[in-house]
């Protein structure tokens, strides 16, 4: 992998993660199975995008934790905290951005706080918010429309993921479309041409 993508590197990435996100939890098993979903896409995205792709999955949920957390957002907590570390802001905004948080920033009043943070819509973030929505708690497995459903019983009816359903569920199941699409085409080329 190239180092022009994220100066910073995977194993920063790790690194920090590892440092915020105590191993034997919950979110940092998630974190481990979101950053090996990432690495098996690798190859959907640009060859000079693959290190931003898999340092962004390693560090999507650092905004959980405690040091990290400021306005109880994770997804906007850990881009303000990468950039007071001086990591790459196309990097902050992937963390800002993942999984559609934009849906529930809106619901939770915080979409001014949020458009310090370009969306980036591309194959990076499909596939940042892919490997995200296909690993749940512990880094199980599941489908995107498993992880819809986990995350609104987790957080119950009248959470602000709830009120972002609408929206923000077709967004994720979009994703999914152009993710498994890219990784079939990828397959396909990898595969022996006939003689």
Known sequence: MTRTACAFGVDHAEELARTLLPPSTERWHHTVGVAAGALRLADTVSPSDRELLVAAAWLHDIGYAEEVRDTGFHPLDGARYLDRLGWPHRLSSLVAH??????????????????????????VSDALTYADQTVGPYGRSFTVEQRI???????????????AHRARAPYLLGVASRVERARFATESEQLPQAQ
Not at 105 to 116: C, S
């Open 149 to 163: 459903a986990e995350v609104l019983r987790r957080h119950g009816a009248g959470s602000p993921q709830a009120r």
């Open 98 to 123: 993942h999984s559609g948080a934009r849906f529930v920033a809106e619901a939770r009043g915080l979409a001014a706080q949020m458009a310090e943070y370009p969306v980036e819509v591309s194959p």
